[in-house]
């Protein structure tokens, strides 16, 4: 076996060599990737049922579709595509001597037809004529370049968006004051060749986590990815840049806070829900139900998020944990981007929405743990205050 990846290395740096399209900033793991690929089952299978190859599929079949049949294939409508392709455009096109680079709209539909499917690297070599060295680097040099569009579409909500979220949440829900609401979940990803057991989430499957914030309309306003699978959602959220936000009044005007499930601490920037023991009282249980309706935004943020892009459906067909973040921050920016231009695809639909769970379990055992401190203090007085003003306002409507 060894002399076998001997001899592949060999044939795939020949290969490598000559291509002017690979850059050496953009080297690092290249070879790992293909030898790796070369030598799994899937790839051996996929080989001896090649896909036939289609001739001029960007040039010519791409043109002919209708935007219906455009956004099915590359899930985004073309205007939504020229808009994308303008931002990022330059950034796919350097000047090298040698054999020509891949058109940046060709590259750009590699990686929109990447992330919209969990068909291997194979179909694309096929589909799109290039070799599958690369189709990856395509998707890499694509996925990056989308990424460094995070600060400008993946924004924090301030000045006067701040009253727009806050209504946009009393609306939809009741409860008042929210900037957004926060909660994580998990991204399948192949079994890692290190520390493999730091990545079994709940479920027991392999996976990195993803944390997020959303507004009213499930557009996210922070993000933030890679951690193993097995860490909760309290910890990822001390990891994360908001354990510096919440305590910053410029981040939180006005007392507003974020909503989440009680897979976190209460806090008076984060307000969970009450532990349900069973002796709720009827004011308690309807402040739970209205932090129910908000949290269920970003539920269906993430469902959208995954219907949209079906590489996050399943396993993650990558197996480079550097790049792993980089595909689903990428994915994150695309689906804010599509909300932007108001890019609704067929099938987002939220009766069909399968909505997760994996956070049950942990969340019983976080909320049983009471932390006695002024601070908590001040952010169970907070909720108390919201919960009566909720209950108070229900009987009046009732009675009229």
């Known amino acids: 076996m060894d002399q076998m990846k001997i001899v592949l290395s060999s044939i795939v740096k020949s290969f490598l060599e000559p291509l002017s399209y690979i850059y050496e900033d953009e080297d690092e793991g290249i070879l790992e990737l293909l030898v790796e690929q070369i030598n799994t089952t899937s790839a051996i299978e996929n080989h001896s049922r090649r896909i036939p190859q289609i001739d001029d599929y960007v040039e010519h079949i791409v043109p002919s579709l209708s935007s219906v049949e455009f956004q099915y294939n ?29 058109p940046a709209d060709k590259q750009l539909l590699l990686t929109l037809w990447r992330f919209a499917t969990p ?42 968006k701040v009253s727009d979220v806050t209504l946009g949440f009393s ?12 909660d994580g979940t998990h991204v399948n990803i192949p079994i890692p060749k290190k520390n493999p057991e730091a990545f ?27 951690n193993m699978g097995s860490i909760c959602d309290e910890s990822a959220f001390s990891l994360s840049p908001l354990q510096e936000y919440i305590n910053d009044t410029e981040k939180f005007p006005n007392n507003t806070h974020l909503i989440g499930d009680t897979g976190y601490k209460l806090h008076q920037r ?27 935004v970003i539920k269906k943020a993430f469902a959208h998020l995954r219907c949209r892009w079906k590489s996050l459906q399943r396993v993650l067909g990558i197996t480079q944990m550097d790049y792993i973040s980089c595909h689903i921050l990428a994915c ?21 929405l399968e909505l997760q769970d994996e956070n ?13 401190d002024s601070s908590r203090d001040i952010a169970e007085d907070k909720r108390d205050l919201i919960c009566s003003n909720l209950y108070k306002s229900k009987n009046r409507h009732v009675k009229k």
Not at 81 to 102: A, T, Y
Not at 144 to 149: M, S, V
């Open 200 to 226: 079994v989430n709940l479920k027991g499957y392999h996976s990195v986590h993803l944390q997020a914030v959303c507004d009213h309309v499930g557009c996210f306003t922070n993000i933030y990815v890679g």
């Open 270 to 296: 984060l307000l969970t829900p009450y532990l349900n023991d069973g002796q709720l009282t009827e004011c308690e249980k309807n402040y739970n139900s209205c932090h129910f309706a908000s949290r269920m």
């Open 171 to 182: 609306q939809i829900s009741g409860l008042p004051d929210i900037i957004g609401i926060i």
């Open 332 to 352: 994150c920016v695309l689906h804010n981007i599509c909300l932007l231009k108001e890019d609704k695809l067929e099938g987002l639909k939220d009766a069909a």
């Open 119 to 160: 068909d291997p690297y194979s179909s694309l070599n096929q589909r799109f004529n290039v070799g599958q060295a690369t189709a990856i680097r395509t998707v890499r040099r694509v996925s990056k370049a989308i990424c460094t569009l995070s600060p400008k579409y993946i924004v924090w909500p301030s000045g006067s």
């Open 360 to 372: 049950i379990v942990e969340e019983t055992v976080l909320s049983s743990a009471k932390v006695q």
């Open 74 to 102: 590359f899930r985004m409508k073309p205007s939504t595509f020229e808009f994308l392709l303008h931002e990022i455009g330059e950034k796919l096109i350097r000047s090298r001597h040698g054999n020509d680079m891949v």
